[in-house]
């Protein structure tokens, strides 16, 4: 998961409290997520939902409530239903979502599972980890396992780009002015406009000298 800045103002479409899906608001949300679904960090995802932080059960506040949108893939936004209206915010600078949720990226292309640790003792924190775990985890349906053996897949070849950047950087014969261009690489990586980027930060923050060298870049 990864923390995200929302502008205060809201798209003009919203006051007339008829859509919250319309060309402004769906335009607004995607640069506000980098184009990227909230929860599973997939990066332009086939399917875009306008999702709603916490389900709006016909209550016309929360369904035109310009901080109650959030940018969601349709995968997620199903796992999700209406169950969890108690999540960490990515919205919310304090709730710190980087660094409350360990994401552990798969070790192989077809990995089981991946690894969502938790950092904090909270019912957010545990609310977040177990719906985290059913998207990249889950089998609790074939079309669910199938997805989400490509979903790690994909975060596994992410993670492949960064591990070769790494062992770049670490290469003991790697020049100095080689090292530099690699870290530049591992930032642009890192970044949160890149898919699954809790992934690559957490990569970096397990690592004892890369996360001194990018403690600037860790976002
Ligand atoms: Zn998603």
Redesign the pocket.
């Known amino acids: 998961m990864f923390s995200v800045s929302r502008p205060t103002d809201a798209p003009a479409s919203l006051a007339r409290r008829t859509k919250y899906d319309s060309e402004d608001i769906y335009q607004a949300i995607c640069d506000i997520f980098y184009n990227k ?1 909230y ?2 960090e ?1 990066k332009e ?1 086939h399917d875009i939902n306008v999702e709603h932080f916490r389900a709006h059960m016909g209550n016309d506040d929360l369904k035109y409530d310009w901080n109650n949108l959030y940018f ?2 349709s ?2 936004n199903n796992i999700k239903g209406d169950a969890y209206n108690n999540l960490l915010d990515c919205c919310n600078p304090q709730d710190n979502v980087l660094k409350a949720i360990k994401h552990l990226p798969p070790i192989t292309p077809y990995a089981k599972t991946v690894q969502i640790v938790i950092n904090l003792d909270s019912t957010p924190a545990k609310a977040t980890q177990e719906l985290l775990n059913k ?1 990249y985890n889950s089998e609790h349906t074939v079309n669910k396992k199938v997805s989400g053996s490509y979903l790690r897949k994909k975060i596994f070849d992410q993670y492949n780009l960064l591990l070769t950047q790494i062992n770049n950087y670490y290469n003991p014969v790697a020049t100095q002015a080689e090292k530099d261009a690699t870290i530049e690489r591992i930032k642009l990586l890192i970044s949160k406009e890149q898919p699954y980027s809790a992934f690559m930060n957490w990569c970096i923050l397990e690592d004892d000298q890369l996360s001194q060298l990018l403690e600037e870049a860790i976002n």
């Open positions: 679904c929860l599973c997939t995802p969601a893939c995968r997620c998207i």
